[in-house]
Each structure stands twice: as structure tokens, then as C-alpha cells.
């Protein structure tokens, strides 16, 4: 019986050899061109398997191949969480799960997002190759630029500059994507194309705009994505863009495929097809509608298209080889990902499929990765200098009041996974503090309880935000400040801040913790209380971060990515897609609650001095700013260095300034470091729309280098030539 039992493990060890070595078709040699073996395999395939490629499926069994479907993954692997992306009515599995897309940007840390999305597309590759769940096409990161804190989605962008929020998706797409010179770890399909910011009527509104706000602004993150970052798959936008529905716009094939490079993935958004017809009317039936889609350069469609292109075919609209044209992209995409190849010579191909491989969720090293990613996405919003209450001295408390309706939750949003383990608020200060410390805690105020328990305690920490799905249903949103996919916020009001003045009036010594999708306008609290931090919801270690920063085992350096305005009447409309309106530290003529890169610490940092390795910039070239930076303070910490540039004799309109280059940089206390700084040519080059191309205007800039948008230290003038 051993022997029997020898010879069909040999047996099965061996089949996948055999199969490797059996290749029936040219499209299976690896070494073979890649658009030779496409070629190979679209004259094989029937064309009812090709309309079936359409879908997020691109497998074709009668050949034996195996395609792979999408999966999000904003902010870690998504087979869980609120939206059950592991599938409903299944067990999830755990992945896991870091600060939201907004908390991420604050970090402001492009090598911390990189190492987030690696490890997310290994997370992705395991539960696919182990478990058989998900998929290798992620959906993320989401490149939408957060150009107003009305959005309902802003959680899910990195920030208002289109320049920031390009150096992060780079980021993201190179951390998912591997540095294997031939495979990806996953492919990374980034979201959503193009100027998607609004919820409310966003399957029929128009987003309006001229031609150097879209190639300035908001495509800006996508063609980094594409050009520097190597992703080759996007989603496009329900909205109009200038009258016409993105998923049918020529944008998609005149400039991300023939300017950009964009060849593989071109998905609609879930139910987009439709929307053609029933939202945006744009065309007569579905067939019509169908065609158009396809010849734009859609070639996944995440709704039902089959009749649409079936009927498309048979009104002759659509040709076999306008599908043959599209589904290129998806195959590109597919050998990418090695699913036509033998597993041995792809490295990727191994994870999840060893027999003692224990699941990378359960490792410290991602448990510590989301520790990380999670503090240093912490902002320190206030600390009185007179008072200085933060970090709070945990060896000088006796007791301590945690009052909050979510204190003790750890809130997830529609994109998230399902986590391990979550550490709350609460739970977070109670395994700081220990035994030795009496912890009181209140949801609310009812019976006077917060106000009791605050009297009773050394300090008072006041935990509030926004639930990211509402608590409530999908187009429903009860509490007018608040938001999510579906619905935009009708307000800026921190309705929590009647609980926060109540704790204050009971004991001044409160710290306030804003954890929170997006900015409030919390103008009492910025006036009163002593101590403000901010973060986002949804990390695994949100308790223990927050822990670690109010009590000073972590000097906080999250900057803000967006301007916090003072009242909801300083933002344009919120359909104005036209940023020059005031929108945006770029063109905001206001005074903000808290400026664009805002941020504090426990220490203190002086920037000594600028300087620049040359006098000027010429078109293709850069330029190296040095910046000599000092932590005057007696704490280690952190520090953003950030590099805005203003035009000072343009002939055309600029924004009043623009972050060009940033870091984020450690310095132990009265150490001084230069910070080195680059700046590219190319990235203040504006479109010119005669001639159809990006140009250098010549004259005098002014490097402007400081700790915020409105905390610029150190000036210096360059021409560009």
C-alpha cells in the first residue's frame, strides 16, 4: 500500500513538469513576444469567448486558460469588512488592514506607502494561490484628487494636490506591482478616470473643466501612475467629464493609450454600462451603447454587457476585430501576471503554496508594518505652548476619563478588509496605562456621565469622528455631516463638539482625538481646547497608535493633505470643478482652520539654510535644493520638509503656489541634517493649449521651503531658462 501511495504523490508532483513542458500552442512559450502570443491566442479563440473576455474574467477553459478577477485593496486586501468583498455569505479571510487612503497620504511618506502596498499585493497573492479567494487585478489606489472636504469619498484619496497624490499612487502601484523585471505581484488598477469628487448626482453630473486643469491637475496622478509608476489598468469614472461619460470619452484612447502608454486593463465602474442609458440618456439602446464603450477602449465591463454586445455585433456596430483590439489589454495584463505561464519561473507564483506557510496576517512583521503605517499617519493639530499637555506623563495619572460614542471601536469603511484583530481606542490607553491607572469611560453625556467622569479625572481624553459607512443604509446618511460613497456631506459641523464642550467646562485638561474620513471645521475646539490630534479610521492598530502618540512612546509628524476651511460658505459649489474658484491651497484666498502640509510635534525643528546647485533650471533637467535642518528641541521627531514653488513673472495664470518635492526626515534632538531636495523641470511645466504640448515658460521662480503651505522658512529665486 506504501508503495502505491510513493507512486501517486511522485505522480502529482510530476503532472504540473509534464504540463509545463507540453506546450500545444505558441501563445503558452513564455519566451515568445508577448503580442505574438496574443496573437496566437485571438486566432484561437471563438468569438463568443471573446465577448466573454469582457468581463473581469479572462479565462478561455477550452484552451486552458486561466484568467484572474479583480479584488479591492485601498488599504489593505479587501475579502471581508462591511462590503463582504470575500463574498456574501462566505467566511471571510483576515488580511491585514491599515489606516484609510486619507491617514496613508498623512504620513507623507512615499518608501512607508511602497512597503503598505507590497505588502497588500503579497497578502492579495497568498489568499488567492492558498485559499482560492480574490483576485491579482487590485483595485487601487484610488488617483481621484480630493479638491473638496465635502466629497463623500475622500477617504479614499491621498490628498487636494494633484502632484502629492501622484507621488503616492506611484508609490502604491510600484508596492503592488513588485520589482520583478518580468512578473508583477499584482497588477494595480487605480481609480477612478477622470475628476470623480462628487456623489450626489454622480452617475449623470458633469464635471466641467478647461483643457490645462485636466492636464495640470486632474489626470496628473493618473499619468504619473501610468508613466512612472507602471500601471497598466484604470477604472473609469461614472460622471461626464465636459459633457461626454467617461467610459465612452476619447480621453480613454487619444491620450492615457497613445500619449501615456496605457495598454492593458480599461474596466467600467459597477454598473456603468448602464448608467449610458438610464442616468446620463446618452444613447438610444444598449447596443449603440455598447459599441461605443468598447471602441473607447473598454475592455472589462463590471456589469451585464452581453446582450449590448451581442446585439452591437449583430447590428454590425461592432467587428470581431474591435473586440480582438480591446481584450489585447486584458491578455497584456494576464501574462503579466504570469497566469499564462509555467509557475517555476515565476517568483510570485510560490507564495501561499508551501505546506508549513504560515498566513503573512498573523506575522509580526505586517502586524508591525500596520503599527507603523498607523502612528506615523498620526497629525498633531494643536498643542498649547503655554500649557503643553500633550504627551500626557502617564506616571503622573491617577485617573483618566475616555468619553466617545466610538472610543471603543474600531470603525471599518466599505473598502476595508476584515482584520485579524482590532485594538480600539479605549483598549489601546488601557494597555498603555495599565493596572496602576483607573480608567472611566462614557459614551455620551446621558444621566451627566461625561461631565461626572470628567471632573473625577487628571485628564480627559474626548474621542470623536464620523462612522465611514453612516450607520445606516447605502444612499442614507442621517447625520448631515458625514459621508461616504453615495452621499456627499451637507456639512462641515463636528455635530460631537456640544460633547467636547461639555468635558472642557467639566475639566480643561481634555485632549481631543479626531478620528475622522475628512476635515471638520472645528473652530470651538481649535480656540479651546489644548490639545488636538487627528487620524482616520479603519486600522488594526488604531488604540495602540493613538496610545503611543498621546502618551510620547511616538513623536507624532503626520501632515494634513488637504486645507481645512473655517466654514462650509469659504468652498465654492460643490459641482465648480474649476480649482482657480478658490479651491485648494493653491487658489484659496482665505485664512484656513489649518493650511495644506499642517502638522505639529513634540520638539521643534529650525531651518537654517537654501541652497541650490545651480542658478538655473533649463527644460529636461533638475535642480538640487540643499536645506540645512535643525531639531532644536530636547525630543527625537520628525519632520516633513516640503518645497512649494511660486511663480513670480508668468504671463499666465499659476496657482499661488505648488508643492514640487517633499521628505520626510528623522532627527535626534540638536541634530542637524541637509535635507536634499529635488527639482524637476517637468513638473513646472504647464500645457499650452495652441500648441498642444507641455512647455517651460522661462522667468523667475521662488523655491519656497518651510514645515506647511503657510509655513514657508526659507525662500530662493531661480530663473528658468
Known amino acids: 500500500m506504501k508503495k502505491y501511495i510513493l507512486y501517486f504523490i511522485l505522480l502529482l508532483s510530476t503532472v504540473p513538469i509534464l504540463a509545463q513542458k507540453q506546450q500545444q500552442y505558441p501563445f503558452q512559450n513564455p519566451n515568445l513576444e508577448i503580442e505574438k502570443r496574443i496573437d496566437n491566442l485571438l486566432s484561437l479563440m471563438t468569438l463568443e469567448e471573446k465577448v466573454a473576455v469582457l468581463s473581469t474574467n479572462p479565462s478561455v477553459s477550452r484552451l486552458g486558460v486561466v484568467g484572474t478577477g479583480h479584488v479591492e485593496g485601498l488599504h489593505g486586501l479587501a475579502l471581508g469588512g462591511p462590503g463582504e468583498w470575500g463574498g456574501k455569505g462566505k467566511n471571510s479571510v483576515t488580511t491585514t488592514t491599515f489606516p484609510q487612503a486619507y491617514g496613508l497620504g498623512e504620513t507623507w511618506d512615499v518608501d512607508l506607502l511602497q512597503k503598505v502596498a507590497n505588502v497588500e499585493g503579497y497578502e492579495a497573492r497568498y489568499a488567492f494561490q492558498k485559499y482560492h479567494r480574490g483576485g491579482l487585478v487590485v483595485r487601487a489606489p484610488n488617483a481621484d484628487i480630493a479638491r473638496d472636504p465635502r466629497w463623500g469619498r475622500t477617504e479614499e484619496s491621498y490628498g487636494e494636490d494633484a502632484f502629492f497624490n501622484g507621488m503616492m499612487t506611484v508609490a502604491f502601484v510600484k508596492g503592488l506591482q513588485g520589482n520583478n523585471p518580468k512578473y508583477w505581484q499584482t497588477a494595480s488598477l487605480m481609480k477612478h478616470f477622470l475628476a470623480n469628487s462628487n456623489e450626489d448626482g454622480r452617475t449623470y453630473t458633469s464635471s466641467d473643466f478647461d483643457e490645462r486643469l485636466w492636464r495640470e491637475y486632474y489626470s496628473v496622478p493618473f499619468r504619473m501612475g501610468i508613466v512612472e509608476g507602471g500601471s497598466r489598468a ?45 442616468d446620463h440618456k446618452y444613447y438610444a439602446d444598449s447596443y449603440l451603447g455598447a459599441a461605443a464603450a468598447v471602441k473607447a477602449g473598454i475592455n472589462q465591463f463590471l456589469d451585464d454587457y452581453k446582450e449590448g454586445v451581442d446585439g452591437a455585433i449583430a447590428k454590425g456596430y461592432l467587428k470581431e476585430n474591435d473586440i480582438d483590439e480591446v481584450i489585447r489589454g486584458d491578455f497584456r495584463v494576464m501574462i503579466k501576471l504570469g497566469m499564462l505561464d509555467s509557475t517555476d519561473a515565476n517568483p510570485y507564483a510560490k507564495i501561499g503554496t508551501g505546506r508549513d506557510t504560515i498566513d503573512p496576517w498573523k506575522s509580526d512583521a505586517h502586524k508591525k508594518l500596520a503599527l507603523e503605517a498607523t502612528v506615523k499617519s498620526i497629525v498633531l493639530l494643536k498643542n498649547d505652548p503655554a500649557k503643553q499637555l500633550l504627551p500626557l506623563q502617564k506616571e503622573k495619572l491617577k485617573t483618566v476619563a475616555v468619553i466617545g460614542a466610538h472610543a471603543d471601536e474600531v470603525l471599518l469603511d466599505w473598502y476595508s478588509g476584515t482584520p485579524s484583530y482590532m485594538i480600539t481606542p479605549l483598549q489601546g490607553i488601557k494597555n498603555k496605562l495599565g493596572a496602576n491607572v483607573e480608567i472611566l469611560y462614557a459614551k455620551n453625556n446621558a444621566d451627566g456621565k461625561a461631565a461626572t467622569i470628567a471632573k473625577k479625572a487628571d485628564v480627559v481624553i474626548v474621542i470623536v469622528g464620523n462612522h465611514p459607512v453612516c450607520n445606516a443604509g447605502w444612499n442614507d446618511c442621517p447625520i448631515p455631516s458625514e459621508g461616504k460613497e453615495s452621499v456627499d456631506r451637507q ?89 482657480r474658484n478658490g479651491r485648494t491651497y493653491m487658489y484659496f484666498q482665505g485664512k484656513p482652520l489649518y493650511a495644506f502640509g499642517h502638522g505639529l510635534s513634540y520638539t521643534s525643528f529650525a531651518y537654517n539654510s537654501i541652497t541650490t546647485n545651480k542658478e538655473t533650471l533649463e527644460k529636461d533637467a533638475a535642480l538640487t535644493v540643499s536645506v540645512s535642518v535643525t531639531n532644536t528641541g530636547k525630543r527625537d521627531g520628525e519632520e516633513v520638509v516640503q518645497l512649494y514653488v511660486k511663480s513670480i513673472d508668468s504671463a499666465i495664470p499659476q496657482p499661488i503656489k505648488a508643492l514640487k518635492s517633499f ?40 523655491i519656497q521651503v518651510g514645515s506647511a503651505s503657510d509655513a514657508i522658512l526659507l525662500t530662493k529665486k531661480i530663473t528658468v531658462k
Open 234 to 278: 484604470y477604472m473609469a469614472s461614472y460622471n461626464k467629464v465636459n459633457g461626454i461619460p467617461a467610459m465612452v470619452h476619447p480621453m480613454l484612447k487619444d491620450i492615457t493609450q497613445k500619449e501615456w502608454g496605457q495598454n492593458g486593463i480599461i474596466c467600467t465602474d459597477g454598473g456603468g454600462f448602464k448608467l449610458l442609458l438610464s
Open 491 to 579: 456639512s462641515l459641523t463636528l455635530e460631537q463638539e456640544d460633547l467636547i464642550k461639555i468635558a472642557y467646562q467639566a475639566n480643561p485638561n481634555t485632549v481631543v482625538a479626531l478620528i475622522s474620513s475628512f476635515p471638520y471645521a472645528i473652530n470651538w475646539t481649535q480656540e479651546h481646547i489644548p490639545a488636538i490630534v487627528h487620524m482616520t479610521q479603519n486600522s488594526q492598530e488604531l488604540g495602540t497608535a493613538l496610545a503611543d502618540v498621546l502618551f510620547g512612546d511616538y513623536n507624532p509628524a503626520g501632515r494634513l493633505t488637504q486645507t481645512w476651511v473655517k466654514d462650509i460658505t469659504d468652498l465654492p459649489d460643490l459641482l465648480d470643478y474649476n480649482i
Open 663 to 702: 521628505q520626510r526626515i528623522f532627527l535626534k534632538a540638536g541634530e542637524t541634517k541637509t535635507v536634499v531636495l529635488i527639482l524637476k523641470a517637468k513638473n513646472l511645466e504647464y500645457w499650452n493649449t495652441t500648441k498642444q504640448q507641455f512647455e517651460l515658460e522661462k522667468g523667475q521662480i521662488e
